[in-house]
């Protein structure tokens, strides 16, 4: 605020919310205030209030007056009577000034004071100003003493180090030499001399300090007084673990302060330094064997060699590789690293979690007669339903039990004779093409049904295609026997044309005349069972794990998972942890064919088992495995394959002619036999067909028609021709949604035709290309060799002149020596005028290299040819 000459004023300053604390009353009188904001260092500011108050000024005659004044102001301030005198003085000093400058005397002491406040001011900035520069001073001066003694601290760590390792080293030596000393004694016979006594060493103060202990040192004192500064005054324990020296600690002002995180972690590092150094020590580390598959993660590599998971990730950053620990190395890696840690290395594969799940061979001692497996085929409505139901009424113990109350697929019956027979369902022969395609052929014997008022019909043609591929003996049951204008003789007539010749025409097939509606016969084809049974002698150890194949698997709402299984060796019971393909449980629960629970199932006995985590699939082999762990570790592995197994690239053989066809260009194994699967309209095409193609092979190459029969194409056709690698040949039939579904998922390709001469030209041509090019070499000229270069990073050049023909670049060529060929290769160079070029015709000179030879020489000469490869055809 400026202050006029035209009055006079003075300022009364005050707190806005104190009240006068100096005792005095209060003037009254006209007033105006207002509120000034004060800055301070530091960043403090606080408000006031400026009251101005107008007071009249009554100038005292002489100097009596104004010293009057001036002594009443002067015992306001305490000031003893007797210095009365020295303040007049000074009062008539002050009033001479004033009218010399030509203001009042109120205004100049006014002025005075702001002088004086303002030079009080100053100076304190300027020392809060040197404070803040010392306090800054000190702390830099204690960072650098912190520096020092963790750098002390470091080379007594790094001292201590040395020092016990040198021990450690003197003490293995002089064990050492005790022992030689120990030895050479006892070969002189002379008494082992004793050890000499163990010297006390004073314990290291590096070492103390390391464990927080204090040591006393000649000339500590002096360090930490100079460190302080000059004080002799002790470091308490709450000067030592203040932390961090800043500014406001300096000035005063912290007070308490707890212990700073740096310092807790030092005091970490030194306790994890203190128990390493205590577990070297102890004795040194064990070397273990580690197992070590194709991939596995740190994390596992470091449980496996007892490490801590941070050593081997700090190896790893070591070696310049930024990994964790979940992260996935190869097994020569692991190895690297096992090694490295001091541990030995044992190598397995990835598919050596199977090893052993099969078991051991089972001796002839232990194996027991078992009931054969039988399954039933047969063309649609020629009465292979009705004969099922006819055999499961024989069941004595389900006629007791009052009949099948459940069909799982597959059941077993007791005969009245005490023989047990296991039946497989497979309708439409999707399940058992299945299992043949996964090489699972678990049955025994094949009951073909064939209607005596139809004949021998597709379905019965397939059947037959898929008992011979399996191998198995074949009972022939001639059905509806009873029926008007049945001719069983005509079906045993028609069989001949597929190579199945029954007892009755000079054979080895069983052939029993039923009538599954009459019941009749069906004793005749069970005492046939049991003897094809006899002949085949079969047997199997029921005392040991169970294992057999997948019949068939479904999702049941209530139950859950549920597969129906067929035990083909050991006993399966209740609680055994059982692995089916890509899935694993344990038994909760074992059915019957009639729904009741069993403890056990023995060889060839189909029961139904609930606990499994998935459906397997249809033909996939089951095992007993000892744990739920093995179980575990086999079905991922087994998840793993199949997930490779199922991406197009990784399909290993695609049925298909254009991949044959590139597999021959591409200079593959030579394929001398082309499979295929034909199915037509009529039996007449698919005999033309299949003669067509015996037709046109030769000795070299021909065509195997694996099936050929009439209809559409189904399922099972496509898993015939995927199991044999076949492509299928459709001749005005068509494939169902199912089929191209699978055959699309199997890689299985479909050719449909309509006109028979284009179908027999494309497995003609495809044919074709299985057969080796044939190589013709045509001549196109000669050339002389004048003169032989010698050219740097080329080698030799002949200079030629053309006498007849042409000579192409790259072109065969023959080197002849006295009219004798002394080598045979392939013109590498070709040039003229030193421009490379790609022909030079008779009578012009040009430049020739050899590829891979230079022994060449003047008077040469050099014949060219050109080898053209013709493909062969079939006639």
Same mark, same amino acid.
């Not at 078991?359 to 027991?368: C, M, N």
């Given at each position: 605020?400026?202050?006029?000459?035209?009055?006079?004023?003075?300022?009364?300053?005050?707190?806005?919310?104190?009240?006068?604390? %100096?005792?005095?009353?209060?003037?009254?009188?006209?007033?105006?205030?207002?509120?000034?904001?004060?800055?301070?260092?530091? @960043?403090?500011?606080?408000?006031?209030?400026?009251?101005?108050?107008?007071?009249?000024?009554?100038?005292?005659? @002489?100097?009596?007056?104004?010293?009057?004044?001036?002594?009443?102001? %002067?015992?306001?301030?305490?000031?003893?009577?007797?210095?009365?005198?020295?303040?007049?003085?000074?009062?008539?000093?002050?009033?001479?000034?004033?009218?010399?400058?030509?203001?009042?005397?109120?205004?100049?002491?006014?002025?005075?004071?702001?002088?004086?406040?303002?030079?009080?001011?100053?100076?304190?900035?300027?020392?809060?100003?040197?404070?803040?520069?010392?306090?800054?001073?000190?702390?830099?001066?204690?960072?650098?003493?912190?520096?020092?003694?963790?750098?002390?601290?470091?080379?007594?760590?790094?001292?201590?180090?040395?020092?016990?390792?040198?021990?450690?080293?003197?003490?293995?030596?002089?064990?050492?030499?005790?022992?030689?000393?120990?030895?050479?004694?006892?070969?002189?016979?002379?008494?082992?001399?004793?050890?000499?006594?163990?010297?006390?060493?004073?314990?290291?103060?590096?070492?103390?300090?390391?464990?927080?202990?204090?040591?006393?040192?000649?000339?500590?004192?002096?360090?930490?007084?100079?460190?302080?500064?000059?004080?002799?005054?002790?470091?308490?324990? @709450?000067?030592?673990?203040?932390?961090?020296?800043?500014?406001?600690?300096?000035?005063?002002?912290?007070?308490?302060?707890?212990?700073?995180?740096?310092?807790?972690?030092?005091?970490?590092?030194?306790?994890?330094?203190?128990?390493?150094?205590?577990?070297?020590?102890?004795?040194?580390?064990?070397?273990?064997?580690?197992?070590?598959?194709?991939?596995?993660?740190?994390?596992?590599?470091?449980?496996?060699?007892?490490?801590?998971? @941070?050593?081997?990730?700090?190896?790893?950053?070591?070696?310049?590789?930024?990994?964790?620990?979940?992260?996935?190395?190869?097994?020569?890696?692991?190895?690297?690293?096992?090694?490295?840690?001091?541990?030995?290395?044992?190598?397995?594969?990835?598919?050596?979690?199977?090893?052993?799940?099969?078991?051991?061979?089972?001796?002839?001692?232990?194996?027991?007669?078992?009931?054969?497996?039988?399954?039933?085929?047969?063309?649609?409505?020629?009465?292979?339903?009705?004969?099922?139901?006819?055999?499961?009424?024989?069941?004595?113990?389900?006629?007791?039990?009052?009949?099948?109350?459940?069909?799982?697929?597959?059941?077993?019956?007791?005969?009245?004779?005490?023989?047990?027979?296991?039946?497989?369902?497979?309708?439409?022969?999707?399940?058992?093409?299945?299992?043949?395609?996964?090489?699972?052929?678990?049955?025994?014997?094949?009951?073909?049904?064939?209607?005596?008022?139809?004949?021998?019909?597709?379905?019965?043609?397939?059947?037959?295609?898929?008992?011979?591929?399996?191998?198995?003996?074949?009972?022939?049951?001639?059905?509806?026997?009873?029926?008007?204008?049945?001719?069983?003789?005509?079906?045993?007539?028609?069989?001949?044309?597929?190579?199945?010749?029954?007892?009755?025409?000079?054979?080895?097939?069983?052939?029993?005349?039923?009538?599954?509606?009459?019941?009749?016969?069906?004793?005749?084809?069970?005492?046939?069972?049991?003897?094809?049974?006899?002949?085949?002698?079969?047997?199997?150890?029921?005392?040991?794990?169970?294992?057999?194949?997948?019949?068939?698997?479904?999702?049941?709402?209530?139950?859950?998972?549920?597969?129906?299984?067929?035990?083909?060796?050991?006993?399966?019971?209740?609680?055994?942890?059982?692995?089916?393909?890509?899935?694993?449980?344990?038994?909760?629960?074992?059915?019957?064919?009639?729904?009741?629970?069993?403890?056990?199932?023995?060889?060839?006995?189909?029961?139904?088992?609930?606990?499994?985590?998935?459906?397997?699939?249809?033909?996939?082999?089951?095992?007993?495995?000892?744990?739920?762990?093995?179980?575990?570790?086999?079905?991922?592995?087994?998840? *793993?394959?199949?997930?490779?197994?199922?991406?197009?690239? %990784?399909?290993?053989?695609?049925?298909?002619?254009?991949?044959?066809?590139?597999?021959?260009?591409?200079?593959?194994?030579?394929?001398?036999?082309?499979?295929?699967?034909?199915?037509?309209?009529?039996?007449?095409?698919?005999?033309?067909?299949?003669?067509?193609?015996?037709?046109?092979?030769?000795?070299?190459?021909?065509?195997?028609?694996?099936?050929?029969?009439?209809?559409?194409?189904?399922?099972?056709?496509?898993?015939?021709?995927?199991?044999?690698?076949?492509?299928?040949?459709?001749?005005?039939?068509?494939?169902?949604?199912?089929?191209?579904?699978?055959?699309?998922?199997?890689?299985?390709?479909?050719?449909?035709?309509?006109?028979?001469?284009?179908?027999?030209?494309?497995?003609?041509?495809?044919?074709?290309?299985?057969?080796?090019?044939?190589?013709?070499?045509?001549?196109?000229?000669?050339?002389?060799?004048?003169?032989?270069?010698?050219?740097?990073?080329?080698?030799?050049?002949?200079?030629?002149?053309?006498?007849?023909?042409?000579?192409?670049?790259?072109?065969?060529?023959?080197?002849?020596?006295?009219?004798?060929?002394?080598?045979?290769?392939?013109?590498?160079?070709?040039?003229?005028?030193?421009?490379?070029?790609?022909?030079?015709?008779?009578?012009?000179?040009?430049?020739?290299?050899?590829? *891979?030879?230079?022994?060449?020489?003047?008077?040469?000469?050099?014949?060219?040819?050109?080898?053209?490869?013709?493909?062969?055809?079939?006639?």
């Amino acid at each position: 605020m400026r202050i006029g000459r035209a009055g006079f004023c003075w300022y009364l300053v005050r707190m806005s919310d104190t009240k006068d604390t %100096s005792g005095r009353k209060q003037s009254s009188g006209p007033r105006s205030s207002s509120t000034v904001k004060q800055s301070f260092s530091h @960043g403090r500011s606080k408000k006031v209030v400026v009251e101005k108050k107008k007071k009249r000024v009554v100038n005292a005659p @002489g100097g009596a007056g104004a010293g009057s004044g001036g002594a009443r102001r %002067s015992g306001k301030t305490g000031e003893s009577g007797d210095d009365s005198g020295a303040g007049g003085e000074q009062q008539n000093k002050i009033a001479a000034l004033a009218k010399k400058l030509g203001i009042t005397e109120a205004e100049l002491k006014a002025r005075q004071a702001a002088l004086m406040k303002r030079r009080e001011q100053e100076a304190q900035r300027e020392a809060e100003k040197q404070k803040e520069a010392d306090a800054r001073e000190r702390l830099r001066d204690e960072q650098e003493r912190k520096a020092q003694e963790e750098k002390e601290r470091e080379e007594a760590e790094a001292r201590r180090k040395a020092e016990e390792e040198r021990k450690k080293a003197e003490e293995a030596e002089a064990k050492k030499r005790a022992e030689e000393e120990a030895r050479s004694g006892r070969k002189k016979g002379a008494a082992p001399a004793e050890p000499p006594p163990a010297v006390e060493t004073p314990p290291d103060p590096s070492a103390l300090e390391a464990a927080g202990g204090r040591v006393k040192r000649k000339g500590a004192s002096q360090r930490d007084d100079r460190d302080r500064g000059g004080s002799s005054k002790p470091r308490g324990g @709450g000067e030592r673990r203040r932390g961090k020296l800043t500014i406001a600690s300096a000035l005063g002002d912290d007070g308490d302060r707890q212990r700073s995180l740096a310092s807790v972690r030092r005091a970490r590092e030194r306790e994890r330094e203190r128990r390493q150094g205590g577990d070297e020590k102890r004795g040194p580390k064990k070397s273990v064997e580690v197992t070590l598959p194709e991939t596995i993660t740190l994390q596992d590599l470091a449980q496996r060699m007892n490490e801590r998971v @941070g050593d081997v990730v700090k190896f790893m950053i070591e070696q310049g590789e930024m990994m964790r620990g979940n992260d996935i190395v190869d097994a020569d890696m692991a190895e690297l690293i096992a090694t490295e840690f001091g541990h030995t290395v044992k190598r397995v594969a990835e598919s050596d979690v199977e090893i052993g799940l099969e078991g051991e061979p089972d001796k002839e001692e232990d194996l027991r007669p078992r009931a054969p497996v039988v399954t039933v085929m047969g063309h649609v409505d020629h009465g292979k339903t009705s004969l099922l139901d006819a055999l499961r009424q024989t069941d004595v113990v389900g006629g007791e039990a009052g009949g099948i109350t459940q069909h799982i697929g597959a059941y077993q019956v007791n005969l009245e004779s005490g023989d047990k027979i296991t039946f497989v369902d497979t309708p439409g022969h999707a399940a058992f093409s299945a299992m043949r395609a996964r090489g699972a052929n678990i049955t025994d014997i094949v009951i073909l049904v064939v209607a005596a008022d139809d004949g021998v019909m597709p379905q019965t043609i397939e059947a037959i295609s898929h008992a011979k591929a399996a191998s198995a003996p074949l009972i022939v049951a001639v059905n509806k026997i009873d029926k008007p204008g049945a001719e069983p003789q005509k079906v045993l007539t028609e069989l001949l044309q597929h190579d199945i010749q029954v007892e009755a025409m000079g054979g080895e097939v069983q052939a029993i005349e039923v009538s599954a509606l009459q019941k009749t016969g069906l004793d005749e084809l069970t005492e046939a069972i049991t003897l094809q049974a006899e002949l085949l002698d079969l047997k199997s150890n029921p005392d040991r794990d169970a294992d057999g194949t997948v019949v068939e698997s479904q999702l049941d709402k209530g139950r859950g998972p549920v597969a129906t299984v067929l035990v083909g060796r050991g006993t399966l019971r209740r609680g055994d942890v059982v692995v089916a393909g890509a899935q694993w449980g344990k038994v909760r629960a074992l059915n019957n064919e009639r729904g009741k629970q069993v403890k056990e199932a023995g060889p060839a006995v189909p029961v139904e088992i609930l606990g499994l985590d998935g459906a397997p699939e249809p033909g996939e082999p089951f095992n007993v495995v000892e744990n739920e762990a093995r179980a575990r570790e086999i079905t991922e592995y087994r998840a *793993r394959q199949k997930r490779q197994v199922s991406g197009k690239a %990784s399909i290993a053989a695609r049925a298909s002619l254009d991949q044959l066809m590139n597999k021959l260009k591409d200079g593959g194994e030579e394929a001398s036999e082309l499979p295929v699967v034909v199915k037509a309209d009529t039996q007449g095409s698919v005999e033309a067909i299949s003669q067509s193609l015996e037709k046109i092979s030769t000795d070299e190459v021909r065509a195997a028609v694996i099936h050929g029969a009439v209809g559409g194409i189904s399922e099972s056709d496509v898993l015939l021709a995927q199991s044999s690698q076949a492509p299928i040949i459709a001749f005005n039939v068509r494939a169902n949604k199912q089929a191209r579904d699978l055959a699309e998922r199997e890689g299985v390709e479909i050719r449909y035709y309509s006109v028979i001469y284009d179908l027999i030209d494309d497995v003609k041509d495809t044919m074709s290309g299985m057969l080796a090019p044939e190589k013709r070499e045509t001549f196109i000229g000669y050339a002389e060799i004048l003169e032989v270069f010698n050219i740097t990073r080329v080698g030799k050049v002949a200079g030629c002149r053309v006498t007849e023909g042409t000579v192409k670049r790259g072109c065969g060529v023959r080197l002849l020596r006295e009219d004798v060929v002394i080598h045979e290769g392939k013109l590498k160079t070709l040039k003229r005028f030193k421009d490379e070029v790609p022909e030079v015709s008779s009578g012009m000179e040009c430049g020739m290299a050899f590829e *891979r030879y230079e022994d060449i020489r003047e008077g040469d000469r050099i014949e060219c040819f050109e080898v053209e490869e013709i493909e062969r055809k079939l006639d």
